[in-house]
């Protein structure tokens, strides 16, 4: 992730050979007064510099540079500068992450070329609890406006979250209950923000209060946007269906207890009405969703355990579909989550921790999404274990272990009743060193299980937002993935870059293959010209092999009294192939993307004008359509200045993207022949902290 060229060559090095397993659970567990697996970021002075350490990934504190895997950190400043409409389309810049894509209020991470059951996406270590998984054309109910960072993990965190992170994880952290007592008695930020592509008007703010020994939270924000303009052979026009008006707002307390104990609670609710791009037709989701957060940290309660942790969040979740405005299908989705944890004191020289995981989801689908999936229950039990012990002096081993028992019941494509039971066991090892103070480098080798979808086992109908009739498999096996990754990062005063190549085998991959034929709603074969033809779609299973890298860099060239000037690139690369058969492209994978720019830094300004370009994508799997390839250029200025005796910092930022207004299509999305990708646009924000 880019590190502010300033700061450069400040972060204190410590040389050591890890041996770890991977990334696992949200603990902070040095000491007893540690911090929880909230998933916030911690800071320890090392010889008067500030250090980052990441909790998200690991259950003992690491600094991201101490970890196997990358780990990409997108903080508050970071993130309002690459500000999207959606989650997705926010991070879409980060190498390695790319966004379905589907719509102006509807767009979900991909990592690697992977999304949905691969790729987890988090609220502060839980899950988001929605029905973003089984079309892309479902938000998930989490607006990037709301979260005080981002950590990305690109590569398996199966220990920790399970198969369903095979990919890698999308961990938004807000501070919705409050982690630490704030040092002011108020504090708070004000964010607003106005943008031409689409009229967007955004406005967010916090406030944070201490009142004796608890802890006080509330936050709220507005966004509102219309269809978004694209470029056109004469003159500017706008995509049809893009338009969204989102709404959340959260309330949230934490009792602490000395330094023994703390107690929080949070409840969030989230409203969004958005459109679907669609031709001939009005299409729009109305979705709301409530979720209740608890959380509890207790600190040496027992002689030889240093820290339990609980964790349990509920949702109710529903959305409408409407078409011409009226109710033509409803999502309804009860889901909870809980978790507890314990860190342990050192016992033969292994320090660790053991936790226990569970579900519970309720889903059910009424009108025309009704007979896409039926009522489906799923629950999901968890066992792991992560120890870690210093073996020599400079050489770490950890060694981990997830058990799971997942069941799933339902009707499948027959109307019959369904009840499978899956047994995922995952683990990893890994190793990471730092042979000099200005280069780490990180190996890790995983092995994960991943239990079908109720989508993936029970589809049985039409599935309109993609235009396919989904038909599941529900004999489908465990998926089982095996993978291996090499990491490097340089940091030099002058220089900043980091490398990932990335090799996973799959077997039995798990995947919705194209049969050729195109059917009516009903399943009934007829003429692709047909006006309501769909494109049947066969859930199946394949061996698979995916295989890639990512590198990104900064270097200063000029360093003056004033300010830096610099340079940047960055690129990434994915192929996935089937291992046998006729046509072995895996379907939506991303293409090369590549680019760089200048930049200008200093304390108070950072410029930038850059180029990405993504290449042709005509690796398709058989009955898919290739993209075409593009270049967009961007520019960003922020600006920051502090009032009132250094009091009131305020940041003002300008950005510009696609400033040459090129057509582009975005190729892992299901509607991308239909659907382009927004023209020029130049985006105002203002923060204000307080």
Do not use: C
Not at 389 to 415: H, K, S, W
Not at 422 to 446: E, K, N
Not at 659 to 682: C, M, Q, Y
């Amino acid at each position: 992730m880019r590190i502010s060229p300033r700061l450069a060559g400040q972060r204190a090095r410590r040389p050591a050979l890890v041996f770890t397993v991977l990334l696992s659970s949200s603990i902070a567990a040095a000491s007893a007064d540690d911090s929880s697996d909230h998933a916030h970021e911690h800071t320890h002075e090392v010889h008067g510099v500030t250090e980052t350490i990441v909790v998200t990934g690991n259950p003992l504190e690491h600094d991201r540079d101490e970890l196997a895997i990358p780990v990409d950190i997108v903080d508050r400043s970071d993130l309002l500068e690459r500000l999207g409409s959606t989650l997705g389309e926010t991070l879409t810049g980060v190498p390695g992450i790319a966004t379905t894509g589907f719509a102006g209020g509807a767009s979900r991470p991909v990592i690697r070329g992977q999304d949905a059951y691969r790729t987890e996406v988090l609220e502060d270590g839980l899950g988001t609890q929605d029905v973003s998984r089984e079309s892309p054309d479902h938000a998930i109910p989490v607006n990037p406006l709301a979260a005080q960072r981002i950590e990305i993990i690109r590569g398996p965190a199966i220990l920790r979250y399970g198969g369903g992170a095979s990919a890698g994880v999308v961990n938004v952290i807000t501070n919705r209950i409050p982690d630490q007592l704030p040092e002011e008695e108020i504090s708070g930020e004000v964010f607003a923000g106005i943008g031409t592509v689409a009229n967007e008007r955004d406005l967010a703010a916090t406030l944070d209060a201490r009142l004796g020994s608890f802890a006080l939270h509330g936050d709220g924000l507005l966004r509102r946007s219309n269809d978004y303009s694209i470029p056109a052979d004469n003159g500017p026009r706008v995509q049809n269906g893009t338009d969204s008006d989102a709404f959340s707002g959260s309330l949230g307390t934490a009792y602490f207890h000395d330094e023994s104990a703390r107690i929080g609670f949070a409840y969030t609710r989230v409203e969004s009405e958005y459109g679907i791009p669609e031709a001939d037709e009005s299409v729009e989701i109305d979705m709301r969703t409530g979720r209740f957060r608890f959380e509890g940290d207790f600190y040496a309660p027992l002689d030889g355990i240093r820290q339990i942790s609980v964790r349990g969040v509920y949702s109710d979740y529903e959305h409408d579909e409407l078409e011409n405005g009226d109710v033509g299908q409803t999502y309804r989705n009860k889901e909870f989550e809980g978790r507890l944890e314990a860190v342990h004191a050192p016992i033969l020289g292994f320090l660790g921790a053991i936790g226990v995981q569970g579900k519970t989801r309720d889903f059910r689908a009424k009108g025309g999404a009704a007979e896409f999936l039926a009522p489906t229950d799923t629950t999901m039990g968890a066992l792991y274990i992560y120890e870690e012990r210093e073996i020599l002096d400079g050489l770490t081993g950890e060694a981990g272990f997830r058990f799971e028992v997942n069941e799933v019941d339902g009707r499948d494509a027959n109307d019959r009743r369904r009840n499978r039971t899956f047994t995922p066991l995952s683990g990893s090892l890994g190793l990471v060193s730092f042979p000099t103070d200005w280069l780490s480098v990180g190996a890790t080798g995983a092995v994960s299980q991943r239990a079908p979808s109720q989508v993936e086992l029970l589809a049985r109908g039409a599935h309109e937002a993609t235009s396919t009739f989904e038909i599941g498999n529900p004999n489908l096996d465990e998926e089982t993935s095996y993978s291996a990754e090499l990491r490097a990062k340089v940091t030099t005063d002058r220089l900043r870059f980091e490398w990932a190549g990335f090799v996973t085998r799959y077997e039995d991959f798990i995947f919705g293959k194209l049969t050729g034929m195109t059917v009516d709603e009903d399943g009934n074969p007829i003429a692709p010209t047909a006006p309501d033809a769909l494109d049947q779609l066969l859930y199946t299973e394949q061996d698979a092999l995916f295989y890639g890298t990512e590198a990104s860099g900064e270097l200063d060239l000029l360093p003056l009294e004033w300010g830096t000037i610099g340079i940047e690139g960055r690129f990434d690369f994915v192929r996935a192939r089937f291992t046998k058969g006729p046509n072995s492209n895996v379907p939506r994978i991303v293409p090369i993307r590549w680019g760089g720019g200048l930049y200008w830094a200093s304390d108070s300004l950072l410029a930038r004008v850059a180029f990405l370009r993504t290449e042709p994508q005509k690796d398709t799997a058989a009955f898919e359509t290739s993209t075409k390839g593009f270049t967009f250029l961007n520019a960003s200025l922020v600006y920051r200045r502090s009032f009132l005796d250094e009091r009131i910092p305020v940041e003002f930022s300008i950005v510009g993207r696609n400033l040459n207004d090129v057509r582009g299509r975005n190729h892992v999305s299901f509607n991308k022949d239909d659907v382009l990708l927004p023209g020029r646009s130049v985006r105002f924000g203002l923060r204000v902290d307080f």
